[in-house]
């Protein structure tokens, strides 16, 4: 089996993937949080900065892009290419409502005509192997058939499906049969992703789905960061390694953004994943999310580590 982690916008930076390699290790691959193109052609410091291959060095890293113009798709895959990448994955899944209104990312679904010309484009100037991460719809998983059937007129090198629509968001279950129907319904080769958290869960999804090779992981390992490793057969996270992770992910994202406050607010996030590895978390819990300064979430990690039993 591969284990993928997925691309979240604003944590699976560079700064992330490193640490979680270094630490825990477990992944085929990660995936970058997309990037944009602009009118302009130009990466932002940010998207530079992720893409640097200093920063991705010794890990297997597939950069993602959002776009609908394949021009910008073709510029993406010039970019990355000079890098030193080797494969380029179009985000046909992103479900905010801003994004999706400018017809991009699950918006893209909206639209089965645009979708097969923007994928005629691409595919007719592309110079690395395409992989498309792609939602079953925008309001009911119905309009999945429609969908895999425009993919499959194209040579996708890997499809991610994550069986929500867009306007589920992550509030409601994934849908499995819209799923089964990708299995049942395509040749290309398939990738699962949505709500795989604990190793029983991927045990179960396994026994359903033999064949399936390649699962992508999002807020599972951001929830629990040894979970691929322990899908390979390892320890779970111990306290010592997870006070590294922290400590590495700190620092590192005060080197990024200059100051504390930011970095604070960013392992904020993290933790509201991470603490569900402790027992008894509810009163630290709300007091993370309630923090506001740096010396707040400094406090509220110390008393995390040094007062909570891991489960």
């Known amino acids: 089996m591969h284990w993928e982690v997925a691309p979240l916008e604003g944590i699976t930076t560079f700064i992330y993937r490193k640490a979680h390699h270094d630490i825990f290790g477990g992944a085929s691959c990660y995936y970058t949080p997309f990037f944009s193109p602009t009118q302009e052609r130009k990466l932002s410091t940010k998207e530079a900065r992720d893409l640097s291959p200093e920063h991705n060095a010794g890990i297997v890293v597939i950069p993602q892009v959002l776009s609908k113009d394949p021009t910008q798709v073709l510029w993406a895959q010039q970019q990355v290419a000079e890098r030193g990448f080797t494969e380029l994955n179009i985000n046909v899944g992103c479900p905010s409502g801003t994004v999706a209104a400018k017809g991009k990312g699950s918006g893209m679904l909206a639209d089965i005509t645009a979708l097969d010309d923007f994928l005629e484009g691409v595919f007719a100037n592309n110079l690395l192997p395409i992989s498309v991460k792609t939602r079953v719809g925008v309001e009911h998983h119905d309009e999945f058939p429609a969908i895999l059937n ?38 290309l080769p398939l990738t699962y992703n949505g709500d795989l958290f604990t190793v029983a869960d991927v045990e179960r999804f396994c026994l359903q789905y033999p064949n399936v090779e390649t699962i992508m992981f999002g807020r599972g390992v951001v929830g629990n960061p040894a979970l691929l490793r322990q899908l390979n057969g390892g320890a779970p996270a111990t306290r010592e390694e997870l006070q590294r992770f922290t400590a590495t992910l700190y620092a590192g994202y005060q080197a990024a953004y200059g100051h504390k406050g930011a970095a604070a607010q960013r392992m904020k996030e993290l933790w509201y994943s991470m603490i569900h590895l402790f027992a008894d978390n509810q009163k630290l819990d709300k007091k993370m999310r309630r923090l506001s300064t740096p010396q707040e979430y400094e406090q509220t990690e110390r008393l995390i580590f040094e007062t909570l039993v891991l489960k």
Request: glycine content about 2%.
């Open 150 to 187: 425009v993919f499959n007129q194209y040579p996708i090198h890997r499809l991610t499906i994550h069986p929500r629509v867009q306007k589920d968001f992550y509030k409601y279950p994934v849908r499995p049969e819209a799923f089964a129907y990708g299995i049942a319904n395509t040749s």
